[in-house]
């Protein structure tokens, strides 16, 4: 897909009207409870499901045997990722994709939204909160439709600044543990180069400490350690307008239902980055169609003990010191998030999870309700 394509499709999401931009208290159950000694030791997950109105999510948290311990609506419709603040337990963050944000206080019941209408700068998906929990890293656009890193306040996620423009089209943003080096995917070429990859920048020096070109597109990033690190290729071909979807934000006086320019998946390896290049490439040549858009992305072990998900052919995999140990069978695998202790996996799966078990990808629980699943988070 060409520069010009993309920033063409993604123009829907700067033509909205603007409605509200930083909302106040809403009413939320206190810290969610776990029910058992067992689930505590599993932790407890938190599933965002569709809404009952076009702008409004459900936020459920349960333990690992499936109980709920608290429901609640959040004031967002299109949820792409969720995130726990890592210096406020009670606190999580929820970002749309092509949408909005908003830091929601589970104890106290406080939220605060970016609304996307009002600021035209749409947040793209994910955000990366600093070891001191004081700052986010979001992928977002700005009002010309650039596609950069943000830098907001975890407080109260106003702006604080944004990354060099290295980081051009990051979709996913993650830090490396123990460092100060935070690492943006670029999910097809920068402006300023003809390829796309990885750049590591180093946020409290505040400059650019690496630029990783590769053949593909990187979709997903996963820390496997402060120096080593999983990207999920991302490849496609231009396609055509395949469907029509209704888009959340519409404005009431226009039609509520757009058009979506699609684009055909080609294969695309699973690479293994440093923070010195490019360490290997893995993919079976003599299936690549088994490695469409990686996706899903989990770290269940030490080393290369991980799982990854391909949505674009409908595939889930266990690795074990970076090879594939076993492959599971499932219909467009998106967010994979893991157990406290590492034993249990769940996958997001057309609007359900399917919880799988780490060490043999062996199938526990199936993870469903009245509506769809969209995102998951586990701690």
């Known amino acids: 897909m060409e520069r010009r394509q993309f920033l063409k499709l993604m123009s829907s999401a ?34 965002v499901r569709r809404g009952h109105s076009k702008d409004t999510s459900i936020l459920t948290i349960y333990d690992w045997s499936g109980e709920a311990s608290s429901v609640t609506q959040i004031p967002l419709n ?26 929601i206080d589970l104890g106290s019941g406080n939220v605060l939204k970016v609304d996307h209408r009002l600021t035209r700068e749409p947040f793209f998906g994910h955000a990366f909160q600093t070891p001191d929990g004081r700052r986010l890293l979001c992928s977002q656009f700005d009002t010309k439709a650039r596609l950069l890193v943000t830098v907001r306040s975890a407080a109260d996620l106003s ?29 097809m070429p920068s402006p300023k180069r003809k390829r796309a990859g990885v750049v590591f920048y180093d946020y409290e020096r505040m400059r650019t400490e690496r630029v990783v070109d590769l053949d593909d597109g990187i979709l997903h990033l996963l820390p496997l350690s402060s120096e080593e690190l999983i990207g999920v290729g991302y490849k496609v071909r231009p396609g055509t307008v395949a469907g029509r ?28 980055l440093s923070s010195k290049g490019l360490v290997e490439k893995y993919w079976d040549l003599s299936r690549p169609e088994d490695y469409k858009i990686g996706f899903g992305l989990a770290k269940v072990g030490e080393g ?36 406290r202790d590492g034993s249990r ?29 969209v995102i998951a988070a586990a701690y």
């Open 159 to 187: 702006y604080l600044g944004e990354l060099p423009r290295e980081c051009d089209f990051t979709h996913h943003v993650v830090g490396l543990p123990g460092t100060s080096i935070a690492v943006c995917g670029q999910f």
């Open 78 to 103: 299109n949820p792409h990722s969720m995130l726990r603040s890592a210096a406020e337990p009670s606190v999580i963050y929820v970002f749309e994709s092509l949408g909005s944000a908003a830091r």
């Open 345 to 373: 996996c769940l996958v997001v799966s057309q609007g359900k999870g399917i919880v799988f078990a780490t060490e043999t990808l062996e199938r526990l629980a199936i993870v469903e309700g009245e509506r769809d699943i």
């Open 14 to 47: 700067f033509g909205q009207s603007a409605l509200v931009g930083l909302t106040g208290c809403v009413a939320l159950p206190k810290r969610a409870r776990v029910s058992s000694a067992a689930a505590q030791d599993l932790g407890v997950i938190s599933l």
């Open 304 to 339: 290369g003990h991980f799982i990854t998900g391909h949505k674009g052919s409908n595939v889930v995999r266990l690795w074990r010191d970076f090879k594939v140990v076993k492959e599971e069978r499932v219909t467009q695998p998106t967010t994979m998030v893991v157990s």
């Open 245 to 272: 979807r209704e888009h959340p934000y519409e404005d009431e006086s226009r039609s509520n239902v757009e058009a979506y320019k699609t684009v055909e998946a080609l294969p695309a390896p699973v690479y293994r």
